[in-house]
């Protein structure tokens, strides 16, 4: 009995009796027991499958009609809130912020201070940290990191284990795949392909129709655009190429 007070004066949310047929399961809407962060004692969350998919620890929690489920779990000071879906085996921990119509989906995590949010998926086993902000209609996929305070944004893809890292920053159509790397200061957008282990970096601009591959290597204070291809062991730096 005393075992069971202890875990009852620990927990921070109840399941309440309002449910929801979601994608086939039953979801149940979350209400605080006691007073944390933003939340106070009666205050109405999101929906969870089960308390497996909320921590009873730290400030995170599940706002509006947010939805948490299968084997997903929001811990930390995590807040999940607006439509924002997080399913599969995702991770939203840390101080991370999830919100909108966002979705994170299969062994993706979003953690530390990133924030996703608009219509923006992450998904695979895609991971968003740092002050990462991935937002829009971008997609983070097939393992790919954003880190750092590095923004990911417009219709723009990660791929293939691609990194977008530092203070970079890659939107439009742009899309980076196959090991490429995005960091420092540099900008990839319009319909600029980034792809096989290439890197752009400093205070470089990639942008039109151009592609990077190979393992070319873009830095300094280059600008590349138009239908410029570079592949191999290509190296540009401090050049301007139009």
């Known amino acids: 009995m005393i075992m069971n007070k202890v875990k009852d004066m620990e927990r921070k949310y109840v399941l309440s009796e309002e449910r929801l047929e979601y994608s086939g399961r039953e979801l149940r809407r979350v209400v605080a027991v006691r007073s944390f962060g933003g939340v106070t004692v009666g205050g109405v969350g999101g929906w969870v499958e089960s308390e497996a998919n909320l921590s009873h620890d730290g400030n995170c929690w599940i706002f509006d009609d947010a939805k948490v489920m299968d084997g997903a779990l929001v811990s930390g000071d995590a807040v999940v809130l607006g439509s924002a879906l997080v399913r599969g085996n995702a991770k939203v921990c840390g101080r991370a912020t999830v919100m909108d119509e966002a979705f994170v ?21 895609s991971i968003i940290c740092g002050k990462g902000k991935v937002f829009d209609h971008a997609s983070v996929i097939q393992n790919a990191l954003v880190g750092g305070v590095a923004k990911v944004y417009g219709e723009a893809i990660v791929a293939g284990n691609g990194q977008v890292t530092m203070e970079a920053e890659v939107f439009e159509n742009a899309f980076i795949d196959q090991n490429a790397h995005v960091c420092g ?37 280059s600008s590349i655009s138009n239908n410029i291809e570079l592949k191999g062991n290509s190296l540009v730096k401090d050049s301007y190429l139009y």
């Open 185 to 221: 200061y540099a900008k990839v957008f319009g319909k600029a392909r980034v792809y096989g282990n290439a890197t752009v970096e400093g205070f470089s601009e990639v942008y039109g129709n151009c592609q990077i591959h190979g393992n070319a290597v873009v830095k300094g204070e």
């Open 105 to 125: 989906g299969d062994n993706a995590v979003v953690w530390d201070d990133a924030k996703l949010f608009g219509n923006a998926v992450v998904v695979d086993s």
